[in-house]
T-cell receptor, first 114, second 114 residues
Framework: AQSVTQLGSHVSVSEGALVLLRCNYSSSVPPYLFWYVQYPNQGLQLLLKYTTGATLVKGINGFEAEFKKSETSFHLTKPSAHMSDAAEYFCAVTPSGGYQKVTFGTGTKLQVIP | DAGVTQSPTHLIKTRGQQVTLRCSPKSGHDTVSWYQQALGQGPQFIFQYYEEEERQRGNFPDRFSGHQFPNYSSELNVNALLLGDSALYLC?????????????FGPGTRLTVT
């Protein structure tokens, strides 16, 4: 079974400040990990994913995340927040190996203060 | 290349009614998954269809049923609607590449039950 915990349902940062959104996972098998972004009244857009290989993953819009197996974490970061980053972010996990359901966290709403 | 499409965009139904939502997967994809996203929550897995059969199911009652057609498109049916069924329903498709666990999400159908 898999589960995802996102710490902090709301995070506020100033424009230009570091963005850090936390995600911890639980999985009985090696996981694939994802971060999705959702803008108001829209579907989900994939930011980045970790499957195998390099543990530091770079995604779109300047976001990156690092898979840390020992800490069961996959935190999302961005060096400098833009106003356009204001959205809700979901961490998700699926067992590796294809054709598996995705288990999502409860989401973190990011507010960017000008 | 069209991505995942869903119809309708919005829908308003009355308690006790039945509803059908539709999804066309991304070109080349053969697997369709459905998720329910209640307000303020992360998406919850309903079920997944592959080769016109339900392959996996989440913790949803039998009022939720689905179908997949030979062209891989899919329908989600919900009977005896409850107020609690009000949510954004997301469809996601994935392809035959067993090493790629990315699911591509559609924009969703917003269902309101009154």
């Amino acid at each position: 079974a898999q589960s995802v915990t996102q710490l902090g349902s709301h995070v506020s940062v100033s424009e230009g400040a570091l963005v850090l959104l936390r995600c911890n996972y639980s999985s009985s098998v090696p996981p694939y990990l994802f971060w999705y972004v959702q803008y108001p009244n829209q579907g989900l857009q994939l930011l980045l994913k970790y499957t195998t290989g390099a543990t530091l993953v770079k995604g779109i819009n300047g976001f990156e995340a690092e898979f840390k197996k020992s800490e069961t974490s996959f935190h999302l970061t961005k060096p400098s927040a833009h106003m356009s980053d204001a959205a809700e972010y979901f961490c998700a996990v699926t067992p590796s190996g294809g054709y598996q359901k995705v288990t999502f966290g409860t989401g973190t709403k990011l507010q960017v203060i000008p | 290349d069209a991505g995942v499409t869903q119809s309708p965009t919005h829908l308003i139904k009355t308690r006790g009614q039945q509803v059908t939502l539709r999804c066309s997967p991304k070109s080349g994809h053969d697997t369709v998954s459905w998720y329910q996203q209640a307000l303020g929550q992360g998406p919850q897995f309903i079920f997944q269809y592959y080769e016109e059969e339900e392959r996996q199911r989440g913790n949803f009652p039998d009022r939720f049923s689905g179908h997949q057609f030979p062209n891989y498109s899919s329908e989600l049916n919900v009977n005896a609607l409850l107020l609690g069924d009000s949510a954004l329903y997301l469809c996601a498709s994935s392809g035959p590449d067993r090493e790629d666990d990315e699911q591509y999400f559609g924009p969703g159908t917003r269902l309101t039950v009154t």
